[in-house]
């Protein structure tokens, strides 16, 4: 693999940081005992988190009630206004944001600057908002007409994972805000710092007090956002357990839901397939982000002979090399997660081709938590690395004769965020686009996110809800449609629906 020069680790800030609670246009200290963050680098402090408690929530709700009182009367093309501020003041910041993502997620610099320039272009997608039609009428009866007005739900929260700091509560923030809504950002608690940054700059765009804030802190801010009566709707992103557990309590409380979870990604390699563009592709994939994206490839399902293909990739990824391709896993506990998955492969008779639990840590970050690129072969898909979501970089390797055996796999698979396959065929490409169930299906793309306008989301168990996240899908999570039937004349040739 060619090494970028812009993949690079960041330099450990010289002061500690702070993440604390945006509410009412004021930063301040939770009322929940402070705990501090480490770096994946490294495995040392770099700041202090100052969490939330339920009784900032209540306050950060009623404050942000307030807000959208008056920015829902705030016209579209004026709310999309202050977002267009706002892409000039991330466009000015991206290094800072990406380097900031860096430092706290364990990711490389060129990742994140690449996540905050997909925040942007969210960011752009909100903004055409203004130009379009938002809603239509009709004359449905003779005088009758029917009209629909898309409206904002009220107070919003988004509760966002650890490994996009910007990129996922931008999937949320600028849609929602651009049709009228506040919004409340409860960031990870593993990388609390980014969103702070955010919520600055979100202040110097000029959105009024209020119709932005964070809230610091994990699941007992989390349970009191999706439980509290003056929230309207909740978009959560993170793994299936807590997404399912979030979409029950919003569903109790009457709230609208979408919670995207985990994942556990197929890439079909055919005989046909190009070297060059699946080698690249996969690795990539597995290796992006330390394997820490819901897109990123988990499961290779070789379709009949594809070995020397096989061979390539063992021999790219071989390559790959940590702290300059390649991040860090965002915690210890992770790390002996995934050490102690490939033991249990190992141990159940799968054959270890690349061994990451080898690779050297960057120098000077060796307390850090760092896993090279590991690929495990011959593995039978009942095992825990052919069907549990790992979320690191670890490819493992199955292998089956056909394209409709490898499609069964991927749909018995309780999750169903993405699927790619790698052929020159267009017939095999197309078969299965067909008939594969995950949301979202690449075609020689290891990594198939949709760019906008299109909508980000997967089905079964990647997704609790119905919609999507961004996108025409975000418009529809972020807002409602008022129905108006009018008639002003009686009318003489009347009839039932007069
Ligand atoms: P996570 O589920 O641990 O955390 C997500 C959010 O929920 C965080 O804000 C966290 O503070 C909060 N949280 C954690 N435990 C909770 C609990 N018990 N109750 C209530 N809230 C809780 O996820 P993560 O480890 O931060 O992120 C990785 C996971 O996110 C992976 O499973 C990955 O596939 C998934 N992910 C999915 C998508 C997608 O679009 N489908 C995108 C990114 C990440």
Redesign the pocket.
Known sequence: MKSNPELKLVDLPAAPLAARNLIAGEWSNGQAAARPVVSPYTGASIGTIYPASPGDVNRCVEEASKAFASWRAVPIKERTAVLLRLRELLLRDVDALAHSAARESGKLVAEGRAEVLKGIEVLEFAASLQNSDLGGALEVSRGVTCEYRREPLGVTVG??????PTM?PMWMIPISLALGNAFIL?????VPFTPVMLGDLIREAGFPNGVFSVLQG??EI??ALAEHPGVSAVG?????A??K??YARAGTTGKRALC????KNHLLVVPDADPLVTVEGVVASFTGCAGQ??MAASVLIAVGQVDLLIEKIVEAASKVELGRDMGALIDRAAHNRLVKAIERAQAEGASIRLDGRKAAAPKGHEQGFWLGPTIIDHARPTMECGCV?L?GPVLTIVRVNNLDEALRLERESPYG?ALSVFTTSGAVAQYVSDNAASGMIGINIGVPVPREPFS?G?TKE??FGTGDITGAGGVELWSQRKKITAKWTVQPDKNWMS
């Open positions: 509760i966002t994972p650890f490994n996009f996922v409860k960031p990870s608690d593993k994990g699941r989390v349970e959560f992103v993170g793994s299936s807590v997404a557990s979030v995207l979870g985990g994942a994206r819901c979501e979320f965020n980000f997967g990647s997704k």
